[in-house]
């Protein structure tokens, strides 16, 4: 059973950046392609970022593309989130979760595709 837990959320200013983190246990970490999504209050949950098993490919929503960055260091179990240029429209509950069934060189953006999920952390972009 793997087990995720991010960390890092918290309150920043309309254009600053903030950095959260997800650390993995209970599994081989470089067979999960990770995800990064986002539910805002009276919203759907949604696709922000996606990165391979290897960390070679990363993929964006169009909505965070050029501002958000997502890397993992499979050395340390550990994927991240680096958002700059915030907006308070990226205010959210932030979640991370572990794709088992991905191919070595592809991520899915479906949230039904991915099998844990952390407990969430909360970002509040402030204006």
């Known amino acids: 059973q793997v087990q995720l837990v991010e960390s890092g959320g918290g309150l920043v200013q309309a254009g600053g950046s903030l950095r959260v983190s997800c650390a993995a246990s209970g599994g081989t970490f470089s067979r999960f392609a990770m995800g990064w999504f986002r539910q805002a209050v009276g919203k759907a949950r949604e696709f922000v970022a996606a990165?391979?098993?290897?960390?070679?490919?990363?993929y964006y929503a169009d909505s965070v593309k050029g501002r958000f960055a997502i890397s993992r260091d499979n050395a340390k179990n550990a994927v991240y989130l680096q958002m700059s240029m915030l907006k308070p429209e990226d205010t959210a509950v932030y979640y991370c979760?572990?794709?088992?069934?991905?191919?070595?060189?592809?991520?899915?953006?479906?949230?039904?595709?991915?099998?844990?999920w952390g407990q969430g952390t909360q970002v509040t972009v402030s204006s």
């Open positions: 979760a572990a794709d088992s069934a991905s191919s070595y060189a592809s991520v899915s953006r479906r949230e039904g595709e991915y099998d844990y």
């Open positions: 990165v391979t098993r290897s960390g070679g490919m990363q």
